[in-house]
């Protein structure tokens, strides 16, 4: 689950932004929940911990920026996206809150989809997600199942591959496997910015679950060995290497 907080003085700018960040959140295979508060101090009130925070520098009475200061300091992980129609806040709330972003009112959709999209590809982001699947299928206790949504964690997801006879998707998991039907274009979209990377056709792995790469096979730690094209293999080292680096960070 990835918890959002908007947190503005403005109520019609919270409700934009929200449908703003339903539109954008709905094209990913993650539980989301969005919390919306009209004062810092409410916001600071709140038990929750939030992945991203959508926080008006400008608002009654209070400075978004002090605001912003105890965010950090109660979660140093939570991303904090400024917005303001005030431009000569930036540097001040990027140089004293460790910013994750700054955006100018009135917000537009694209601008926020780059940065939910930049949040995606940042790995610290993708740790407690889960994925949304529809129409699952799976054995359990002996018997066969199919559940309408089945929610996976993200980290437990090992590589997805498509099952050419079936016309299915194999989710392999550390858990078990299971079938599901979907285009594996949209899959590749849907899951690559949560750290995933088509190693050879029909196979999309989990970049955490690699150990390494050995001539054209990628290694998992989970004892399993996945086929790497050859023609991949430039674009895989590239992405296991930024993936890395982006993990250390």
Same mark, same amino acid.
């Given at each position: ?20 960040? $339903? ?14 508060? %009209? ?43 400024? $917005?303001?129609?005030?431009?000569? #806040? ?12 700054? /955006? ?8 926020? %989809?780059? $940065? ?39 980290? %437990? ?30 899959? %590749? ?53 930024? #993936? /890395? ?5």
């Amino acid at each position: 689950m990835i918890n959002i907080a908007i947190c503005d003085d403005e109520k019609k700018d919270i409700a934009q932004l929200k449908t703003i960040l $339903q539109e954008v959140m709905g094209k990913y295979a993650v539980n989301y929940d969005i919390q919306e508060y %009209e004062s810092g101090e409410s916001l600071l009130r709140a038990e929750a911990l939030f992945h991203l925070v959508f926080l008006d520098i400008v608002m009654d009475g209070e400075d978004g920026i002090e605001i912003g200061k105890h965010i950090h300091r109660k979660h140093r992980d939570a991303k904090i996206i400024y $917005q303001t129609n005030f431009g000569q #806040y930036c540097k001040e709330a990027m140089n004293r809150t460790h910013a994750f972003a700054f /955006l100018e009112k009135p917000l537009k959709a694209p601008a926020v %989809e780059e $940065q939910i999209r930049e949040f995606f590809e940042d790995s610290k982001g993708t740790q407690e997600l889960s994925a949304d699947f529809h129409n699952v299928r799976c054995r359990i206790d002996g018997k066969d199942m199919v559940r309408s949504v089945m929610s996976i964690p993200v980290r %437990e997801i090992v590589y997805f591959e498509y099952v050419k006879m079936q016309k299915d998707i194999k989710i392999v998991t550390t858990a078990g496997e299971y079938l599901y039907t979907e285009a594996m274009s949209g899959l %590749e979209k849907r899951m690559k910015p949560l750290g995933f990377e088509v190693c050879c056709r029909g196979i999309l792995v989990n970049m955490e679950h690699v150990l390494r790469i050995k001539m054209y096979d990628v290694l998992l730690d989970t004892g399993k060995k996945v086929p790497l094209s050859q023609r991949r293999v430039k674009k895989f080292r590239e992405r296991i290497n930024e #993936y /890395l680096h982006d993990s250390f960070r």
